[in-house]
């Protein structure tokens, strides 16, 4: 997930735009010198984020960091745990540096192979198919299962790689509301064909969980399939951190479909598919994001393969990362801070405009807390927020110390 989830936001007072809204030309963006300057348009287009404080900058961090980390998504610690990377490394050592190619060509190993049979087994599927990132997940699921003719229900509040796989898919995308299951249902009445309903499991911005059971319930009762992003819960929700579907009682039902990536929880990189075999048999023949792809470095499958072990030996991790993003809500909320009720392990906390909130998250910087800034157009409401992370390794005195300075450092204060 990037830390500015771009998603379309939605117009107050109405429904949210559809995916397939046109877009606005070339020519109009570049205006009349675009003929003596190819890319004139751009200084334009950067005085505009300027002027609308969105301007965006890469910052690259040093190996080691004196910072306090409540931005990443490393939500059990293992990103840098020493058997995660140990685990990274002899991958590599034992493989090779890079897959060397398409999996349906030279870049499916044995270690591919036995990721995704550890990964249908810990999360409660039939079958897993890895593929380079979790974006790449999404894009396949959505498009290799609503194709033209079909109808697509998605949520307004999905991550950027559902709403990218709903256009690709060219499928009838319909957007409902947020966590509206009546939507959903009422957008398959009377739809004839195959259907799909797509949401994220916990979304990205607020925190929230989906109401799943109520989704899957509306989707039986059409014919309709469903598809869940599960990056956020993965690693934290269900027993022993095996997701959002296996606590629903979802997993493994031959309706349901759900992705992950591998660089939230277990701390390093791709994505996958969970589902019935037939699905996943599907995908490798036709996900366009995994036929013409590079497979997913060893050293990434590696990586992902020790972490998930080291959870299944450590199941406590999954409690200890929500516990910590309870009392990050309680302690900011008693303080007089909005923030949204966390479902997992994201901690939104609202800002009052774009602009103090790149200065409150700024300012955590400099006071040695680093926090995500969520800013429009990456919110569907149009509210800025502070997005914050809990993590199973932060202690207590530093869990204390991030809403000090959350406090001492916010708009007003």
């Not at 034992?94 to 398409?102: I, M, P």
């Not at 579907?245 to 277990?266: E, I, P, Q, W, Y």
């Not at 992902?304 to 809500?329: F, G, I, N, Q, Y």
């Amino acid at each position: 997930m990037h830390q500015d989830d771009p998603v379309p936001p939605a117009p107050r007072g109405g429904p949210p735009p559809p995916y397939d809204a046109p877009v606005e030309p070339v020519a109009d963006r570049r205006g009349a010198g675009a003929r003596t300057a190819a890319f004139g348009w751009i200084d334009a287009a950067r005085e505009q984020r300027r002027r609308a404080g969105l301007v965006r900058t890469l910052r690259p961090r040093p190996v080691e960091s004196p910072l306090l980390d409540l931005a990443s998504n490393d939500y059990l610690g293992l990103a840098r745990h020493p058997e995660v990377t140990r685990g990274a490394a002899q991958a590599a050592h034992r493989w090779g540096a890079g897959a060397t190619g398409s999996r349906l060509v030279s870049g499916s190993t044995e270690l591919h192979a036995r990721l995704e049979a550890e990964l249908a087994d810990f999360c409660g599927f039939e079958a897993a198919l890895v593929l380079s990132s979790g974006y790449a997940a999404n894009l396949a699921a959505v498009t290799a299962l609503g194709g033209p003719g079909g109808l697509i229900v998605s949520d307004a509040g999905n991550h950027a790689s559902l709403i990218d796989g709903c256009r690709l898919a060219r499928a009838r995308t319909v957007v409902v509301p947020h966590a509206d299951p009546d939507a959903v249902r009422k957008t398959l009445d009377g739809h004839d064909g195959p259907a799909l309903a797509v949401t994220d499991a916990v979304f990205s911005v607020d925190g929230d969980a989906a109401p799943l059971r109520s989704l899957a319930d509306g989707c039986r009762a059409h014919g309709a399939a469903l598809l869940v992003d599960d990056a956020h819960g993965l690693g934290v929700l269900g027993d022993g951190g095996r997701g959002t579907l296996h606590a629903a009682g979802l997993a493994g039902d031959a309706d349901v479909v759900a992705t992950a990536t591998l660089s939230k929880s277990l701390g390093s990189q791709g994505g996958v598919v969970l589902g019935p075999a037939r699905v996943i048999e599907h995908l490798v023949n036709t996900a366009r994001t995994f036929i013409f792809d590079t497979g997913l470095a060893p050293a990434a499958a590696g990586g992902a393969r020790t972490a998930l072990r080291l959870l299944r030996r450590e199941p406590e991790r999954a409690s200890r990362a929500r516990e910590v993003a309870d009392e990050l809500h309680q302690r900011l909320t008693e303080a007089g801070l909005t923030v949204a009720r966390p479902d997992a392990a994201v901690v939104s906390v609202r800002a009052p405009s774009p602009e103090q909130a790149v200065r409150w998250a700024a300012d955590c910087r400099e006071a040695g807390l680093l926090v995500g800034c969520f800013r429009p157009p990456s919110v569907p409401d149009g509210i800025s927020r502070l997005r914050l992370t809990a993590r199973a390794d932060l202690t207590a005195r530093q869990t204390r110390e991030a809403v000090r300075t959350i406090l001492r450092t916010a708009p007003g204060a």
